[in-house]
């Protein structure tokens, strides 16, 4: 077994995508992506039946892709690594069969890592410059929005703060809906706002006020900025006026990021953390990235964005991470370990041996 | 031999063998749990456990045998997903087998004769029902009917013995993948969960405000 840059497959089936990525230590080998967005497009939304039987037929084909894609053969792995949560419990359930059942087959061990950790370990691929911590990471995508503190990757995360209701993603999936636009909403909405006045609706800001940062300084709330965009059109409309769909979606998507960015700076700053690190599906957004640029630089904080490949949710991250704890040293999980749909960011790995 | 794995009610993870001299079939392990609830935590320690206990070396398998169901579909997609896992890593087919059929020849094998009605629990009221003829020349049960979906005050009348079943073996899932491989008969299955149930979706009540 290589030690120094071992071969890890990673399975990731948390939300829609069903990702494996093979990994040498910190070199990416492969990143494959069998997605069922097209399935839950008809529907506005996931639906966690309709994702767990796409996982289950594509994971199969999805890890011979994957294997064909690195050049490797599966009696070359050192180990394989998969999301033990947090995520959908019916999705995951199917990667952490097929990972368990992966691993026995072979007679290599198993690391069941933590989704939004993986998040993190995905900066590690691909980069001549390597992950310096401490770092905050914000992670958002239509499952989750979280801000981490990351002192170590492998053994010590802590939760800033994360949304109390709606995830960053799934909000726009929701506004973009009320908005009569297609799932996914993220892509829509930028369309949609695209000569728009970011500055045209002052849409609240969830949890910035100095009452509600005594308690959440650090967490998120987007379900009354969804109400307050469903109540704006309303009112135009019974007033018999024209909605401005660009003024309002880029005013939506101005809200969104600004409290996102706003709060993760913040964090940098009161901690003492010149570092911020994005990752999750809604990095894709360009106005988020040029945002956190923005406000970055001002702030000299350094600031890392991983390729977009990278960035929503895939097996290489899952592989990446479990290739750190192996190569830190730590002893592999046993194939006791279920799916955590609610696991803590602060859980980088599930049910480790005793070493 | 084979590796077989059903997890359409509780977890059951077996290895078995046929004789190729005698045809005689022989279970070499079998362990699981009548659990509904922990298929995703169980399933690795039950294979590794029934490789263990069996004395044979992963190499020896010839294949892994899984039960498509009739099954609730979380647990159900455990032991698919797995077999299949198994299969890959390994490099020998995948052998699908409806969950029923298992049933059939474990009530055959025991004693019981003529038409025999498969009941399994398949949760919000209904249950999963196939119904059988006994066994053929190779050893396998004819299923002359099912697996369908009725509702549980609406099964109809057995024309024999009705079983309802709340195990299901995958010792006996391997015995019949092993009667279906030595009869030239396979596949007995499509290579695709038996769901028997369109997933539950609640379509998005979309606003068309501006478009
Ligand atoms: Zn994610």
């Known amino acids: 077994m290589n030690r120094d840059a071992p071969l890890i497959l990673g399975i990731e089936t948390s939300c829609d995508e069903t990702g494996v990525g093979i990994v040498r230590g910190t070199t990416l080998l492969a990143n494959t992506i069998a997605s069922s967005m097209d399935e839950h497009a008809r529907y506005g939304g996931i639906v966690p039946e309709v994702a767990a039987r796409a996982h289950l037929e594509a994971l199969g084909p999805t890890i011979r892709a994957a294997l064909a894609e690195a050049s490797v053969t599966l009696d ?99 506004v973009a809906r009320l908005l009569g636009l297609r799932y996914p909403g993220g892509p829509e909405i930028d369309r949609a706002a695209i000569g728009g006045d970011p500055r045209a609706i002052r849409f609240p800001r969830g949890l910035t006020q100095p009452k509600d940062l005594v308690a959440h300084r650090y967490d998120f709330s987007f379900s009354g900025l969804k109400t307050a965009v469903a109540r704006w059109v309303e009112q135009r409309e019974a007033a018999g006026e024209p909605v401005p769909l660009a003024d309002v979606a880029a005013s939506f998507r101005e809200a969104v990021v600004d409290v996102l960015v706003s709060k993760a700076v913040a964090a940098c700053t009161d901690l003492g953390v010149p570092r911020l690190l994005l990752g999750g599906g809604v990095v894709a957004n360009a106005r988020l990235r040029e945002v956190a640029v923005e406000r970055a630089d001002a702030a000299g904080i350094a600031l890392r964005i991983p390729p977009r490949s990278l960035c929503t949710d895939n097996g290489a991250m899952i592989a990446a991470l479990g290739a750190q704890l192996m190569m830190a040293g730590h002893p592999p999980s046993t194939v006791d370990f279920g799916a955590d749909s609610t696991l803590p960011a602060t859980e980088i790995q599930m049910a480790a041996s005793v070493a | 031999m084979l590796l077989a794995i059903d997890t359409s009610t509780g977890t059951s993870v077996a290895v078995v063998d046929r004789d190729r001299a005698t045809g005689e079939l022989r279970c070499l392990a079998e362990t699981g749990t009548d659990d509904t609830m922990r298929h995703a935590e169980v399933i690795g320690g039950f294979i590794r456990d029934a490789l263990a206990a069996s004395g044979i070396d992963r190499r020896e398998l010839s294949g892994v045998a899984a039960g498509m169901g009739p099954g609730p579909f979380t647990g159900l997609r455990v032991g698919i997903a797995a077999a299949h896992a198994f299969a890959l890593g390994i490099d020998r087919p995948f052998v699908p087998v409806v969950s029923h059929d298992a049933i059939a020849l474990s009530r055959y094998t025991a004693g019981d004769d003529g038409p025999l009605q498969v009941v399994t629990d398949a949760r919000r009221r209904e249950f999963a029902v196939s119904e059988y003829d006994g066994l053929d020349a190779d050893g396998l049960p004819v299923r002359v009917d099912g697996p369908v979906l009725v509702p549980r005050d609406e099964v109809p009348a057995s024309r024999g013995i009705r079983f309802d079943a709340t195990v299901v ?23 695709a969960p038996i769901y028997l149930r369109a997933p539950d979706v609640t379509p998005s009540v979309g606003k068309k405000v501006l478009r």
């Open chain 2, 169 to 191: 073996s995958a010792g006996a899932i391997g015995m019949l993948a092993e009667l279906a491989f030595a009869a030239g008969r396979l596949p007995l299955a499509a290579d």
């Open chain 1, 76 to 174: 070359e792995l050192d180990a394989v690594a998969v999301t033990s949560g947090p995520g959908l419990a019916g999705a995951l359930m199917v990667g952490v069969g097929a990972a368990k059942a992966l691993a026995l087959s072979l007679d290599v061990p198993i690391y069941a890592v933590n989704h939004l950790v993986g998040h993190v370990g995905a900066d590690l691929l691909d980069t001549t410059a390597p992950l310096e911590t401490p770092t905050v990471a914000l992670l958002v995508s239509g499952g989750h929005t979280s801000l981490l503190l990351v002192r170590d990757l492998v053994s010590d995360v802590e939760l800033l703060g994360e949304t109390i209701d709606d995830a960053a993603g799934e909000a726009f999936d929701k």
